[in-house]
């Protein structure tokens, strides 16, 4: 049986929130794994990500293009509330029923794509500010699946960059990384 994304997400936040609360102000301009990215634009990339997914779960429709800025205030610990209303949102009847409207593709894709993106991120963000980040086991089985399928259409639509070659025998997750585009040697 699949596990619930929302279970998924869960485990993925749980070892997301430490490395949020981890990025200090002084770090915002530094450069990420995601080249076009320094610390506070993928820390807002990240925050807009838990929000529009929790509108896909609902089969809402997002608008990707609308400027991130949400750190400002306490956005850490407002961050760790959307990522339980990522997880609530995924949980409801239906969530992972049926095809995302806007997109066209199974609901439960795109709650993979949530899954992705937060685990990938926070890795990013980890790496770039010098914090240690250890993913959630179920997590990155559940994407190393997901990624195979996916990357080619990733690295197509420029969501992903070439693939970064990784031993056949490296970690699951580090296979993961390569898949995404991502060196898992990265440093600052």
């Keep these: 049986m699949d596990i619930p994304i929302s279970q998924l997400l869960a485990a ?23 080249a076009d990215y320094t610390v506070a634009d993928l820390a807002n990339h990240l925050y807009l990500v838990v929000v529009n997914f929790q509108v896909l779960a609902a089969k809402g429709s997002v608008d990707w293009t609308v400027p991130a800025d949400y750190l400002h205030g306490d956005w850490r610990k407002q961050f760790a509330a959307e990522v339980d209303n990522l997880v ?11 095809v995302s409207p806007g997109w066209g593709i199974a609901s439960r894709t795109v709650g993979h794509m949530a899954l992705l993106d937060l685990t990938l991120h926070a890795w990013d963000l980890a790496r770039a500010t010098g914090q240690s980040y250890e993913p959630a086991p179920e997590a990155v089985a559940e994407i190393g699946v997901f990624i195979d ?36 040697d990265w440093k600052a």
């Design 88 to 98: 609530t949102a995924w949980a409801a009847p239906d969530s992972e029923e049926g």
């Design 12 to 34: 993925a936040g749980t070892r997301a929130l430490p490395v949020v609360d981890g990025i200090t102000e002084d770090r915002f301009a530094e450069p990420t794994p995601c």
């Design 149 to 184: 399928a996916m990357a080619p259409m990733a690295r197509d639509n420029k969501v992903f960059g070439p693939e970064f070659p990784v031993p056949a025998d490296a970690p699951a997750f580090a296979r993961v990384l390569g898949a995404a585009g991502r060196n898992p």
